[in-house]
């Protein structure tokens, strides 16, 4: 009964492209069965929680929110949502997304925009719930799943997070395996956990990483007990607050906010330090250029044959059937993304821009790693603004991209980033706190996340 209500919500949210019932009902069995036997029940024993469709599971309809998938069942799960069912969780259902999680409002879907149950105060004007993530963010902010998995390319678990009042934490590069996740830009993808509080996020953590033989990148390293060594003691620790983030156009509210945060972090122990990360502002820049060139290379598999769609009209060569394929098959978000990649790889621009961006890359990375000698973690906003109405930005690409601006950087170095709810503007919108950490020290985020929780 409380499913049937939750899923008619969820209707109306749009959060869910499939529902799987039956997959939550039997890990709920599963837990009595191992309760009446005595058995331990597993990290996340009878969980039923919601999947991105962006993960491949078996027999189970996976689109990446797009045409081109329409009606692929994989004969394989990921390994992340392999990982989730062995600690006992079951699946409610697969989530809405932005199309191959290129987006940050929810509405490139071929399954139609996701609505946040969130409303700016006085208004009825439906908002975004944030991307690419959105169906994760609305139907945890809902109450419809206690969690749910997102994907963070440059910054998908994080943006629509704090944009939904709920936490999410992108793990270092490699700490989730993307073995059977639709990739999008390989070497910045990461799975992590969308959930209510920290707590919930460090215990599905936990349960979704691992090292996997089958991810050529996938850390070799042990997970660690980040539930048991959560503590929002932050004694000893200092964080840097780094000031090219204090960027025109965020919005005054959101500066407050971050000015809280350190408020809290020093309540908790710490001490705050200004940090210096001079090349802040060429990384969105730079990550719109590396994240499409990976994308057009790994949508090359859509082909027609493969997966899903194929239009192959009358007397077609094999070539037209992959320009028909690929013209209905992709909306015009992903064919931006085609293109602009396509063009920064090809022969004459490739050192121009694609390898330019490459160097960028490695200039933020430093700046972190300089950053990182002298403190432990790093706060910012998540955002430079909250959540914004559906369809407001949609003939305005550039600014949709600048809801990214203070989650990329984190992305092309590959560290652990994690928004937390911080507050609610004057609108009532939630406003999100991000904490980045070192590589590896996921730890760290958490606990700088429970202190501001
Ligand atoms: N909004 C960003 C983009 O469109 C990030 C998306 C993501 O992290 N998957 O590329």
């Not at 797009?66 to 992340?80: A, K, N, W």
């Not at 071929?110 to 719930?129: D, Q």
Request: hydrophobic letters at 40%; glycine letters at 10%; a negative charge.
């Amino acid at each position: 009964e409380a499913f049937n209500a939750a899923v008619a919500e969820a209707a109306g949210l749009n959060a869910f492209i499939v529902t799987t019932p039956d997959h939550a009902l039997a890990a709920a069995d599963a837990v009595d069965a191992k309760r009446a036997k005595g058995e331990d029940l597993g990290k996340m024993g009878g969980v039923p929680i919601g999947m991105k469709d962006l993960f491949a599971t078996k027999g189970v309809q996976t689109t990446a929110a797009s045409h081109i998938l329409e009606g692929f069942d994989p004969q394989y799960e990921s390994t992340v949502s392999q990982n989730l069912w062995d600690a006992g969780a079951g699946m409610l259902g697969k989530l809405n997304l932005d199309q191959f999680a290129m987006g940050s409002s929810n509405e490139t879907s071929y399954f139609g925009n996701v609505n946040s149950p969130w409303r700016k105060a006085g208004s009825n004007a439906a908002m975004s719930p944030g991307g690419s993530s959105g169906g994760s963010s609305s139907a945890v902010a809902a109450r419809i799943a206690p969690a749910a998995t997102g994907t963070d390319t440059g910054g998908s678990i994080r943006q629509p997070a704090a944009f939904t009042g709920i936490c999410g934490i992108k793990p270092t590069y490699g700490r989730c395996s993307r073995w059977g996740v639709v990739a999008f830009a390989s070497s910045l993808d990461q799975a992590g956990p969308m959930a209510r509080t920290v707590e919930d996020c460090a215990i599905m953590l936990e349960a979704m990483a691992g090292f996997d033989p089958k991810d050529a990148t996938s850390l070799k390293m042990d997970v660690p007990a980040w539930e048991a060594g959560l503590s929002a003691d932050l004694k000893g620790k200092r964080i840097g607050i780094p000031k090219e983030y204090r960027m025109d156009g965020t919005d005054e509210e959101i500066l407050k906010s971050w000015e809280q945060g350190k408020e809290w972090l020093r309540d908790a122990g710490a001490e705050i330090v200004d940090v210096s990360l001079p090349h802040t502002k060429y990384a969105l820049p730079a990550y719109y250029i590396v994240a499409p060139a990976e994308a057009s290379s790994n949508l090359a598999r859509y082909d027609g044959v493969r997966y899903g769609l194929r239009d192959l009209p009358d007397g077609a060569g094999l070539q037209d059937m992959y320009a028909a394929t690929r013209a209905e098959g992709f909306g015009d978000e992903v064919k931006r993304r085609i293109l602009i990649g396509t063009y920064v790889l090809s022969a004459g621009f490739y050192d121009a821009y694609y390898n330019q961006a490459q160097k960028v890359r490695t200039l933020v990375s430093r700046d972190f790693a300089e950053a990182f000698a002298q403190v432990d973690a790093i706060l910012a906003p998540t955002t430079p603004t909250a959540s914004f109405p559906l369809g407001s930005l949609n003939d305005d690409p550039l600014t949709m991209y600048l809801n990214d601006v203070f989650a990329v950087p984190a992305s092309l170095a590959g560290l652990p980033a994690m928004s937390v709810p911080a507050t609610v503007n004057s609108d009532g919108l939630p406003l999100g706190l991000q904490i980045v950490g070192k590589p590896f020290d996921e730890q760290g985020v958490l606990n700088a996340g429970l202190a501001i929780q």
